[in-house]
């Protein structure tokens, strides 16, 4: 089996800036309260953008960094739940905004917040079986559009954004070893398809998915050095989905990861779902603090439910 490393990342969100303030006059919250209990004071949503300039912006700045051109690209995966359109898939519109080649699987995925490690294992795979060596995937979320106006529980939660990476698979590098899993349960987190009649909003029990993901959290990171055969000191970066500062806190104390070695950034972009773990990795790498030679624990959860972990490493294309 070979392995994929990370080649490059780049990343894309609206340029309209919603503040706690912003919010405090639409719903009845304060800037005390989101601050407090979720760690989020800004957030970006669409206004021209669209899913698809999203996609295109992360991931054309992902290949630039890379020094990939669209040509050599062998699959693409966008995982979102919430693409422009069904059809074409937002894989599709990304293939024909940059000009990717018409013979290679270009497809979504839905896995909620937890997407882009869905698509980093799925990607793994088809690399394994195919002759060509980059892939592209994107985490792209546009949640502003599904908001709940009348849920002040969840409103204030979700900003819009795209995460792209450029992946290379090589012999004799380790698997991304990605732990994965699902819990079928539609009471927890839900976004209404076309065939149940309603109109497609987010609805959440916000205390329960809390609480199951404190639970998933370690669960996976406990899966993935299991697995992996390492130890929490042989990683160099811990990321987490950005879902609530609180859960990200809980985790890093658990396991004493010390403030140098996480990140956060929910305070600027939200809940970004599909986007959120990519767009940390992507100013993780513009900042220096991961890159080649280092190795990274990352861990999402999300609807479905769904959660996932896995390690990662990037290459220069040397190492
Ligand atoms: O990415 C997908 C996975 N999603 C998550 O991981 C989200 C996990 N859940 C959470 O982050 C938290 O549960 C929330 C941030 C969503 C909510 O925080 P909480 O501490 O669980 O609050 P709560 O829902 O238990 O509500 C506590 C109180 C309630 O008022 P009463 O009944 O105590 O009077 C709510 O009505 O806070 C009230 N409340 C608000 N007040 C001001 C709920 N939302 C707001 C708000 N502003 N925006």
Redesign the pocket.
């Known amino acids: 089996m070979k392995g994929i490393k990370i080649r490059g990342m780049g990343r894309c969100v609206p340029e309209r800036v919603v503040t706690n303030g912003d919010m405090a006059e639409r719903?009845?919250?304060?800037d005390e309260?989101?601050t407090s209990?979720?760690g989020i004071r800004r957030r970006h949503h669409c206004t021209g953008e669209t899913h698809t300039s999203l996609c295109a912006g992360a991931a054309r700045a992902a290949l630039e960094r890379s020094g990939v051109s669209p040509e050599e690209i062998g699959a693409c995966i966008v995982a979102t739940v919430t693409a422009d359109n069904l059809v074409p898939s937002a894989a599709c519109a990304l293939q024909r905004e940059l000009g990717l080649p018409g013979d290679i699987p270009c497809f979504d995925l839905s896995a909620?917040?937890t997407g882009f490690l869905f698509a980093l294992h799925t990607m793994e795979c088809l690399l394994n079986a195919s002759p060509r060596k980059f892939g592209l995937v994107v985490g792209a979320d546009t949640l502003s559009r599904v908001t709940n106006w009348d849920d002040?529980?969840?409103c204030?939660?979700f900003g819009d954004g795209a995460g792209a990476a450029v992946v290379e698979c090589r012999e004799g590098w380790p698997s991304i070893g990605a732990e994965l899993g699902c819990h079928g349960d539609e009471r927890l987190?839900r976004l209404p398809g076309v065939e149940s009649g309603e109109r497609s909003l987010i609805s959440?029990e916000?205390?329960r998915?809390?609480k199951f993901?404190v639970e998933a959290v370690p669960w996976c990171m406990d899966r993935v050095l299991e697995r992996s055969g390492y130890t929490l000191e042989d990683v160099d970066f811990f990321v987490f989905?950005q879902?609530?500062a609180?859960?990200i806190d809980l985790a890093a104390r658990k396991y004493r990861i010390p403030p140098e070695k996480y990140y956060k950034n929910i305070a600027e972009y939200g809940?970004t779902?599909a986007a959120s773990i990519p767009l940390v990795l992507s100013e993780l790498e513009d900042m220096g603090r991961v890159g080649p030679g280092s190795r990274t624990l990352v861990v999402g959860?999300?609807?479905g439910l769904t959660w996932g972990g896995c390690v990662i490493e990037f290459t220069d294309g040397r190492v």
Do not use: K, P
């Open positions: 719903v009845d919250t304060s309260w989101i209990r979720t909620a917040c002040r529980g969840t204030i939660l987190l959440m916000g205390t998915v809390f993901a989905h879902a609530n609180r859960i809940n779902s959860f999300g609807g």
